[in-house]
């Protein structure tokens, strides 16, 4: 009876230790298409396919307690900006989660109407990605902005750069990937844009990851 007490408490110690280090250790992954007409991965199969198998890649790699969250960018007035789909990924719905965020980013080209601007950072400065605790955001962009903030052309010319992030932007922390980078500009134009959002996380206090196709 004793030894059966014992184990029981053996078990039950284990069970707070992993509850413990899944807590611990839990990670914030956020997956952002950008929506925008600039971006190639609406209009180019072959861009679309890589994305997709990037991000479903990513996924293999959550663990059970990690929190992965499927957002898009693009016009702010957009309802489709207000779409969030959430999930604590567990043993049971981890292959689930992995084949829907794939899925979605291979169905957009069909399901998905270009919008006119890329609010990349408004929406960056809007929630909470779990930075403190070292959260990853990718986002599948050509990296243009082309907002209030910037105009998308001078950026790409360097007649006009980013501004730095405003005291709000909840980036320190954070990694941040941007998958597609200058898809289908020129090199100039690729090496601006990669140096300019360095330039703009750095200032945020994150770590940025320019991803090219």
């Avoid at 807590?23 to 180019?44: E, M, Q, R, Y």
């Avoid at 006009?160 to 941007?178: D, Q, V």
Wanted: glycine share 8%; hydrophobic share 45%; proline share 3%.
């Amino acid at each position: 009876m004793k030894t059966i007490m014992l184990l029981n408490a053996v078990f039950a110690a284990a069970c707070i230790l992993a509850s413990l280090s899944t807590s611990v250790h839990a990670k914030h992954v956020t997956i952002v298409p950008d929506v925008s007409g600039s971006n190639p991965l609406l209009t180019n199969e072959h861009i679309n396919a890589q994305a997709s198998a990037y991000v479903e890649l990513r996924m293999r790699k959550v663990d059970a307690g990690d929190v992965v969250t499927l957002r898009f960018m693009g016009s702010l007035s957009n309802p489709k900006a207000l779409q969030k789909h959430e999930y604590t990924i567990s043993y049971q719905n981890k292959a689930m989660v992995k084949q829907f965020m794939s899925q979605v980013v291979l169905a957009m080209p069909a399901h998905t109407k270009p919008q006119n601007s890329t609010n990349l950072i408004a929406f960056l400065g809007r929630y909470d990605f779990g930075c403190a605790d070292g959260g990853e955001i990718i986002i599948l962009t050509d990296g243009i902005e082309a907002s209030e903030y910037v105009d998308g052309k001078a950026l790409l010319s360097g007649k006009a750069s980013l501004p730095k992030p405003s005291a709000s932007t909840r980036l320190k922390g954070c990694t941040i990937i941007f998958y597609g980078i200058g898809a289908g500009r020129s090199d100039a134009e690729f090496q601006r844009l990669r140096i300019q959002w360095q330039q703009y996380f750095d200032s945020a206090g994150a770590t940025f990851k320019a991803i090219a196709l």
